[in-house]
């Protein structure tokens, strides 16, 4: 499918191309007959899971993490696995504290750290005083260890996604 891709890029009916939910052995074999590489890798990407190897080789193949379920929440979280583990990442201590420091929102911490690692992040939400909110992230600029504490929160690598998502690709207009 790939080529068929690049296709759509050449005849000018795209400006790019991404994959979705693909690991660094998914993106190889892309990699390894693409003309065009993939922009971008839409992935669930958040603090619970911080994919620290596949970050860094899209980084280093230039290729955008897209972190879907940025703030793990809504209803695509599978329910068992927050009430299980008793998972609020937006309640997490170090969130509280870095809010609270930064006079910011939980969210817009968690918003922020995805931006510092370079991650294309779009949280969904249909409320507009979120939707403005949400751009409060950008005006924030942590320590650098501060970023690195976040990031320890994956430990045990949580995934929420139910499943619905399947591998794919993505064509960005």
Partial sequence: MWPKFEALVEKGMTKSIGV??????????????????PVVNEVEFNPYLYQKDLKEFCDKENIKIFSYY?????????????????????????????SEKYKKTPGQI?????????????????NPNRMKENLGAVDIKMEENEYQT??????KEYRFCDGVALYGVNIFA
């Fill in 20 to 37: 979705s939910n693909y690991n660094v052995q998914n993106i190889l074999i892309v990699l390894s007959i693409c003309k065009i590489k």
């Fill in 70 to 98: 940025p703030l793990v929440k809504g209803h695509y979280c599978t329910k068992e696995i927050v009430e299980e583990y008793h998972l609020d990442l937006l309640n997490e201590p170090i969130i509280k504290i870095l």
């Fill in 110 to 126: 968690v918003l922020n750290w995805h931006i510092h690692l370079g991650n294309v992040v779009i949280p969904g939400t249909s």
């Fill in 150 to 155: 976040i990031c320890s929160l994956s430990e």
